[in-house]
């Protein structure tokens, strides 16, 4: 590519398909090219930029800071494009709103949203149920739309808009009296979240504040596992109670009340500062809030 003349599209699918896959000849079978084609589209754009996307080491490629830069970037204005040509090519309809949803939220609170979504406002979505880290990554690249999750967000190209109110709670098998959190550490064995969820960041964060050493016996990313878990007395899980809320009210599981301590938390909605905010991503938003107050949760500013 000569001086003066601007990457294309195709110049960022190419690059993308390359750093996704770690592979010239891999990146050529899946775009359907040569891979003559492939390794010059890369070697032009380093020259046009002066800049070294990948090192080549014993015939493999490793994407370097410049190149996961262009990731992030190539990521971006291909959603964009993509979303642009889809609207533009459906016009009367509403294009897909592409959702992440942490576990606590996809599981109690957006069953309902989604229903009236689609069934009410005829917004088709697509729903993707991972822990916070996983969807702020994906978010910063594009790849989703909007998020509603439990974790604390601190990305500096992502907005976060605080929602909605909900708490956590510690549940066992049996009935327990009253106990700090560092009897509770004492007494029974933890059942966890996995790491990178907003339930385990929270849970870490308190008992790090408190200086307090736990067992941890499981570690797990389905809630339902951990309540299980708890059913059969294998341990105390520190959970969203909006999660525990049928086995208690069942008699299943029992809430120990912690005295030293409040585990109050908030969902937030969270997108990237560029998203362009159509019909369909403010109606979500809209019906995210008023579930919100429905259920005497919102989170109003003061």
């Not at 971006?76 to 709103?97: G, K, N, P, V």
């Amino acid at each position: 590519m000569k001086r003066g003349i601007h990457m294309t599209l195709r110049h960022l699918e190419i690059f993308l398909a390359v750093a996704e896959t770690g592979s010239m000849r891999k990146a050529a079978e899946q775009l359907y090219i040569s891979q003559p084609t492939v390794s010059g589209t890369i070697r032009e754009t380093e020259e046009e930029y002066d800049v070294l996307l990948f090192e080549r080491l014993n015939q493999r490629l490793f994407i370097t800071p410049e190149g996961r830069q262009l990731t992030i970037y190539a990521r971006e204005l291909l959603s964009l494009f993509h979303e642009m040509e889809y609207t533009l090519r459906h016009s009367s309809d509403h294009a897909i709103l592409r959702i992440g949803a942490t576990l606590t939220v996809g599981t109690c609170v957006l069953p309902e949203i989604l229903r009236q979504l689609e069934e009410e406002k005829h917004i088709p979505t697509s729903v993707q149920v991972e822990n916070t880290r996983t969807i702020v990554q994906r978010l910063a690249e594009g790849a989703l739309d909007i998020g509603f999750v439990e974790g604390e967000v601190h990305h500096p190209d992502l907005v976060v808009l605080p929602v909605m109110a909900d708490s956590l709670t510690a549940v066992c098998a049996h009935a327990a009296p009253p106990m700090t959190l560092a009897e509770l550490c004492q007494t029974y064995p933890l059942l966890m979240r996995e790491k990178g969820s907003g339930t385990r960041e929270m849970t870490d964060r308190i008992l790090a504040e408190k200086g307090i050493s736990c067992d941890i016996r499981w570690e797990c990313s389905n809630t339902q596992t951990l309540l299980q878990a708890a059913e059969s007395g294998l341990g105390v899980t520190i959970i969203s109670r909006l999660l525990a809320a049928d086995a208690l009210a069942a008699g299943r599981l029992f809430e120990i009340p912690l005295t030293d301590c409040e585990l109050n938390r908030t969902l937030r909605l969270v997108w990237h500062k560029n998203k362009f905010q159509g019909d369909s991503f403010l109606a979500f938003c809209h019906l995210c809030r008023q579930y919100a107050a429905a259920c005497h949760q919102e989170i109003v500013k003061g």
